[in-house]
């Protein structure tokens, strides 16, 4: 069974400066993709990053990069050059090759101040 | 080119009660998920429909229900309203099911839905 656990609930950062939120999963498969999504209060899930798990580099989207570690199953997200409008829940989230079900994990509150 | 919508945003039922909520998917998708997301919590997979089919479906129970329409767009139907299933209800469209790693799910707005 896939599990993911994010161990922040809630993070603060300030505007301009980076901030990474953790991300570890457990899961058997050799084949997997790890996504990142943002939610803002608005409700909807904005895609921010994928990383397969045969890359060998690590995935990157503008400010977003994912750290990925796969020996210790974790995929950190990074966010360089906080803005405001980051501020929003954050979730780590994985579905392995064979599936089209994405395990979610519970999501990390990012804050960013002035 | 149109993104995912929902409707309606927000709704208030009372235990026992049916519900449906709506899902148009973006232009150019042809499968529809369904989630629910109790408060503080990640989304959970309800069920799948890919080209008018169901294609998987999560644990849980046969109250829930679906529906995909020739146009891609999708119902989810809540028999027997219960407390618990007050959560934010999304829709997210995608291109494919399987054999594409990458594939992104765009999601909608959410439906509220509290039950009393």
């Known amino acids: 069974a896939q599990k993911i656990t994010q161990t922040q609930p809630g993070m603060f950062v300030q505007e301009k400066e980076a901030v990474t939120l953790d991300c570890t999963y457990d899961?058997?498969?050799?084949?997997?993709?790890l996504f990142w999504y943002k939610q803002p209060s608005s409700g909807e899930m904005i895609f921010l990053i994928y990383q397969g798990s045969y890359d060998e580099q690590n995935a990157t989207e503008g400010r977003y990069s994912l750290n990925f570690q796969k020996a210790r199953k974790s995929a950190n997200l990074v966010i360089s050059a906080s803005q405001l409008g980051d501020s929003a829940m954050y979730f780590c989230a994985m579905r392995d090759g064979g599936s089209y079900i994405p395990t979610f994990g519970r999501g990390t509150s990012l804050i960013v101040h002035p | 080119e149109t993104g995912v919508t929902q409707s309606p945003t927000h709704l208030i039922k009372t235990r026992g009660q049916q519900v449906t909520l709506r899902c148009s998917s973006q232009s150019g998708h042809n499968t529809v998920s369904w989630y629910q997301q109790a408060l503080g919590q990640g989304p959970q997979f309800i069920f799948q429909y890919y080209r008018e089919e169901e294609n998987g479906r999560g644990n849980f129970p046969p109250r829930f229900s679906g529906l995909q329409f020739p146009n891609y767009s999708s119902e989810l139907n809540v028999n027997a309203l219960e407390l618990d299933d007050s959560a934010l209800y999304l829709c997210?469209?995608?291109?494919?099911?399987?054999?594409?790693?990458?594939?992104?799910?765009?999601f909608g707005p959410g439906t509220r839905l509290t039950v009393t």
């Open positions: 997210a469209s995608s291109f494919g099911v399987r054999g594409h790693d990458r594939y992104e799910q765009y």
């Open positions: 899961t058997s498969d050799q084949s997997y993709g």
